[in-house]
């Protein structure tokens, strides 16, 4: 499978640990000989878990998964701070670890809600350009800027002393291993993230996802069978039927008359074919983010027709 060609479809890939989340993506549109794909929402290397792969047409909807909030199972490493706020950064302070767990559940509940968190210095959030841990590696500070953040839940699930076990529901741009930082000054001794595992992304869940060795592992007809279908990132929109002639308008930029409630619809043509998403207002279907025809490509390998749920 030397050629590039079109695939159509979500992957949900266990992504492991000691890898960046571009290696894996990389990897997987290796096996699939994908012509385009893309990953929905960074894991550091040390990171395992959940990484939601979009190919073809579905990578118009990734920005869905990119916003969405996400879970994460992680490991706190009371009385030890590093450089990255990880386990991969160099040790700067070490602190004896003095409290019960009475104490850390109460910490971990001041954390639960709407706040400000200052990203890591290690991060690849871009300043001037350039992401912020290239300028950390050469050790040169730049401004950090806080920006609001919101944890759904924080829940102890084990503690053993210096370690904390937490899970973790936040939304898209919580930093996990800032929130470590954090939780760990707040109890007096400091704390660095020593493992994270992301267990949900939006609608999907970790249970559902494939190692990447078993889909190396895979033949081709497996591979294909894996995927969903390209309006899985967007099943939680409600859907929106439309005849043959509403869709050919649609895709032609139009914005054709509709009896339909205000708002943001999937819709799809003659209760069949996904065309993509549209608001309507003022009686008018406008087109908003709409699927590339098959058409358009010399060789197209589609996943399940689309059905409108995940």
């Known amino acids: 499978m030397s050629e590039r060609r079109r695939i159509d479809g979500v992957l949900l890939l266990d992504k492991p640990t000691g890898i960046t989340s571009n ?14 794909a893309g990953h929905t929402g960074t894991l550091d290397p ?3 878990g959940l990484l939601p792969i979009c190919f073809g047409g579905a990578t118009r909807f990734a920005q ?18 590093t450089t990255t706020q990880d386990a991969e950064g160099d040790v700067v302070a070490t602190r004896k670890v003095a409290f019960a767990r009475e104490a850390l559940e109460a910490t971990l ?41 919101v944890v759904h839940a ?14 973790v529901a936040c939304s898209k741009g919580t930093y996990v291993r800032a929130l470590a930082a ?8 400091g704390a660095h993230l020593a493992a994270l595992r992301r267990t949900r992304s939006g609608p999907f869940d970790i249970a559902v996802a494939v190692a990447l060795d078993v889909l190396e592992r895979d033949d081709e007809a497996a591979r294909i069978g894996r995927l ?5 990132p967007v099943a939680g929109i409600p859907r929106l039927d439309v005849d043959r002639e509403v869709a050919r308008l649609l895709a032609h930029g139009q914005k054709p008359r509709i009896a339909a409630p205000p708002g ?19 009686a008018r279907l406008i087109p908003l983010r709409l699927v590339a025809q098959a058409a358009d490509c010399a060789e197209v390998v589609h996943c399940a027709e689309a059905s409108g749920a995940v």
């Open 64 to 81: 869905f998964l990119l916003d969405a909030p996400k879970r994460y199972v992680a490991t706190l490493r009371f009385g030890i701070t």
């Open 228 to 232: 969903l279908p390209v309006d899985a």
């Open 264 to 282: 943001r619809y999937r819709i799809y043509a003659a209760g069949e074919r996904f065309v993509g998403l549209a608001d309507v207002d003022a």
């Open 46 to 48: 040390l990171a395992s």
């Open 154 to 167: 924080l829940r102890l699930l084990d503690w053993h002393a210096p370690d904390a076990m937490i899970d």
């Open 182 to 189: 954090d939780v760990g000054e707040a109890l007096g001794c």
């Open 23 to 36: 290696a894996a993506l990389m990897r997987v549109k290796r096996l699939y000989a994908a012509a385009k």
């Open 109 to 149: 509940a001041r954390f639960v809600g709407v706040q400000m968190q200052t990203p890591p210095a290690h991060s690849a959030l871009k300043f001037e350009g350039r992401p912020r841990y290239d300028y950390a590696r050469r050790g040169i500070d730049v401004p950090s800027v806080p920006r609001e953040v």
